[in-house]
């Protein structure tokens, strides 16, 4: 009887309930008026209806047998106070009420105990009641008793098996309901990436014109910088010095725009089943041996036997090296810090739909984090927290990314929205069972 279906009922006051007021008054109407007794049963049984609700919500678990308990109580006395011979009371359908109410709320099997037990009341006043023992029962007595003892199996059937569809057009309702939305959000998602790429594709053809257009003159400028430097080393030093900053400047310049040139440029990508602990490593060293800033201790954690990733070492260890370096010089600032990496299994679903194996790579540092507003702006060209920096770095790494097929995300390195440090994280799908490491697949990143 412990098997419940509890659905959320209703805690408001509402036409229901009027109609049963309404019922219950009906019967209150009908003889026997002068019985006291049925009177305040009767209420007894409305205020039960009208509290259902909120003692299932008060108690999940046994709220429901309680409701059940009670009404069979209710009906047994309702019967045994309106007529001599209890048994032969019109106001035996009474019954129904705690035989519905199990339907309502309770598993086939469990509605057939409760229906049972209020059947097993309803005969008792063959044995409890003392002018029953006095009567000699008929056999087509007894059959009528049957009849109605097997309406009640047939109405609380009935009900249940009504309840228990609703509940089923309920649940696939909710199971459309909750796959429309999933589907509006990859929608938007789509959207959304293609609206990015749109943008990123019109700064990408803006940049390279403007790139090529710069760097002409820039070259002529070097040039005569250096021609000048070469023909004033002797004569005039003030001279000299004003031309080398021009040529520092100009490198600085030259180097802006290749950056662009690389931000605008496709990407050409020669994948194989790689070890992506290994371009974490190489990363991981790259930045760490010309390093001269505050300390900062690197603690790596790599799960065993990590499933060979289909990448090109060279862009994804390019990636990496700029998400740790940005981790440093946040860290910088701060004195120093400690670089959390780790390489772990895990399984992820696809933006096509499916679910794959992959990689999951998480790179925390104890900076001082990034605001949650620019989250998820931080990936766009020319967004950057640095205050000398240009805001291509992490554009060209989504785009590394996104080109595996892979995805990065930006979380606080302490689990809250607004806590201290950065965490990257980046999932790459491993490689199928099929790929073996001699395969080799090229790929262009636009």
Same mark, same amino acid.
């Given at each position: 009887m412990s098997e419940t279906m509890t659905d959320a009922r209703r805690q408001s006051f509402n036409w229901m309930d009027?109609?049963?007021?309404?019922? #219950?008054?009906?019967?209150? #109407? +009908?003889?026997?008026?002068?019985?006291?007794?049925?009177q305040v049963i009767l209420l007894?049984?409305?205020?039960?209806?009208?509290?259902?609700?909120?003692?299932?919500? !008060?108690?999940?678990?046994?709220?429901?047998i309680y409701v059940v308990l009670i009404k069979i109580g209710l009906a047994t006395m309702l019967?045994?106070?309106?007529? &001599?011979?209890?048994?032969?009371?019109s106001y035996w359908p009474i019954y129904f009420l705690?035989?519905?109410?199990?339907? &309502?709320?309770?598993?086939?099997?469990?509605?057939?105990?409760?229906?049972?037990?209020?059947?097993?009341?309803?005969? *008792?006043?063959?044995?409890?009641?003392? $002018?029953? !023992?006095?009567?000699?029962?008929?056999?087509?007595?007894?059959?009528l008793l049957a009849i109605r003892l097997l309406f009640f199996y047939l109405a609380g059937m009935l009900v249940n098996r009504f309840v228990i569809e609703v509940r089923r057009q309920t649940q696939r309702y909710q199971e459309t309901a909750e796959t429309l939305a999933e589907t509006n959000r990859r929608l938007e998602q789509a959207q959304a990436e293609a609206r990015r790429s749109e943008r990123l594709a019109a700064l990408g053809q803006l940049s390279a014109g403007l790139a090529h257009e710069i760097r002409n003159p820039l070259g002529v400028i070097k040039g005569s910088a250096e021609m000048l430097t070469q023909k004033l080393s002797k004569s005039d030093s003030l001279a000299t010095e004003l031309a080398g900053y021009i040529s520092t400047e100009t490198n600085r310049l030259s180097a802006l725009v290749t950056r662009f040139l690389d931000f605008a440029r496709p990407l050409h990508a020669d994948l194989a089943p790689s070890d992506l602990s290994a371009v974490l490593d190489r990363a991981l060293n790259d930045v760490a041996?010309?390093?001269?800033?505050?300390?900062?201790?690197? &603690?790596?954690?790599?799960?065993?036997?990590?499933?060979?990733?289909?990448?090109?070492?060279?862009?994804?260890?390019?990636?990496?090296?700029?998400?740790?370096?940005?981790?440093?010089?946040?860290?910088?600032?701060?004195?120093?810090?400690? +670089? !959390?990496?780790?390489?772990?299994?895990?399984?992820r679903?696809?933006?096509?739909?499916?679910?794959?194996?992959?990689?999951?790579?998480?790179i925390a540092d104890s900076g001082p984090g990034i605001a949650l507003e620019l989250r998820e702006q931080i990936f766009n060209p020319f967004v950057t927290t640095k205050k000398t920096g240009v805001g291509l770095g992490l554009s060209i790494v989504s785009?590394?990314?996104?080109?595996?097929?892979?995805?990065?995300?930006?979380? *606080? *390195?302490?689990? $809250?929205?607004?806590?201290k440090g950065a965490c990257f994280v980046i999932f790459l799908p491993a490689a199928s069972a099929a790929t073996t490491e001699r395969d080799k697949a090229h790929l262009v990143i636009s």
């Open positions: 009027v109609l049963w007021l309404l019922f #219950l008054a009906g019967l209150a #109407l +009908l003889p026997p008026r002068e019985e006291w007794h049925k007894a049984f409305g205020v039960m209806q009208f509290s259902e609700g909120w003692l299932i919500a !008060r108690i999940p678990q046994r709220g429901p019967v045994n106070h309106t007529e &001599e011979i209890s048994i032969n009371s705690p035989v519905m109410t199990a339907a &309502e709320f309770f598993a086939p099997w469990a509605t057939l105990l409760w229906t049972t037990l209020a059947s097993l009341a309803y005969c *008792s006043y063959l044995y409890l009641d003392p $002018e029953v !023992r006095e009567l000699d029962v008929s056999a087509e007595s007894y059959g041996q010309f390093w001269k800033g505050a300390p900062v201790r690197v &603690e790596k954690t790599y799960e065993p036997d990590l499933p060979l990733v289909p990448l090109d070492e060279g862009l994804c260890e390019q990636a990496f090296l700029n998400i740790v370096q940005n981790a440093y010089d946040a860290m910088s600032a701060e004195g120093g810090g400690v +670089l !959390r990496v780790s390489a772990l299994k895990s399984r679903e696809m933006r096509q739909g499916g679910v794959t194996d992959g990689v999951e790579v998480r785009k590394i990314i996104d080109g595996h097929h892979g995805s990065i995300r930006i979380e *606080s *390195s302490s689990g $809250e929205a607004e806590g």
